[in-house]
């Protein structure tokens, strides 16, 4: 860390599991004052590799949502400038150095949008609905905290001007079928849990209609064709994730208490 830095910054990081990221992941944040992971009590080594970094603080606390868990991090931070990584994110030099000029200058702007390039088992996902996929990632804790009604895909509510980041953030979503799929299902879940609170009676057009809807718009219209394989499997996995959602919230939705 540059000591002649004026504004310092933390670096936020949730994890389950992710040991697989954590070393490269934490090789790129040594610029950082403070690196805070919040951990849903990872079971692999996750907790091992990320303590052995002198500038990590490491914070088990139970998951219950994404977004109560990145307002839980966000509280334990001891700087104003937040960047919010997630484990499976990676900063171009490019990007690393923006983010640290950015915050030196006095921003008027209370947050940042970032681009990200999604990365599909290492290769570039050019399609597929990703092509303008964007994400707060820096932002002033002072002014802005994740709203409570999103449990997933969290919104982040600020108060202030927002800008956008020209460096893209590289995205490592998608290594394993099965992982991935089961991060759409777990999704899906969650987004029942938040359309049950909404009061939405689930109907044909919500268990058939919507997920076909998905994947053809994702398919057709966001061009996931030009993708080839690819992005009939990526097209396909977030559909799902639309067909549990439904199937979830007719099961809460006809649950006794």
């Known amino acids: 860390m540059n000591p002649n830095l004026q504004q310092k910054i933390s670096v936020l990081i949730i994890t389950l599991n992710e040991a697989v990221h954590m070393k490269p992941l934490l090789d790129d944040l040594k610029f950082a004052d403070e690196v ?68 030196q200058n006095e921003p008027v702007y209370s947050a940042y949008l970032v681009y990200r390039t999604f990365m599909f088992n290492k290769k570039v996902l050019r399609f597929s609905g990703w092509q303008t996929d964007r994400i707060y990632r820096l932002f002033n804790k002072e002014k802005a905290r994740y709203t409570i009604e999103r449990l997933v895909h969290e919104k982040l509510d600020v108060n202030g001007e927002i800008s956008f980041l020209k460096h893209k953030l590289i995205h490592y979503s998608y290594n394993d079928y ?74 809460l939705n006809t649950k006794k208490y």
């Open 36 to 103: 805070i992971i919040v951990d849903s009590y990872s079971t692999d080594e996750t907790k091992s590799i990320a303590t052995s970094y002198e500038n990590v603080k490491f914070i088990e606390h139970k998951f219950e949502n994404y977004t109560s868990q990145r307002n839980f991090a966000i509280d334990q931070a001891k700087n104003k400038w937040i960047l919010f990584i997630d484990a499976d994110e990676r900063l171009t030099p490019e990007l690393k150095l923006e983010i640290l000029e950015t915050i």
């Open 178 to 251: 099965d992982v991935y799929k089961g991060k759409m299902i777990s999704y899906g879940k969650l987004k029942a849990i938040e359309a049950k609170n909404k009061g939405i009676k689930p109907n044909a057009f919500h268990f058939y209609i919507k997920p076909a809807y998905k994947f053809l718009y994702q398919y057709l219209i966001r061009l996931g064709i030009l993708d080839g394989k690819k992005g009939i499997t990526i097209c396909y996995l977030n559909a799902l994730s639309v067909y549990v959602r439904f199937q979830e919230l007719k099961k």
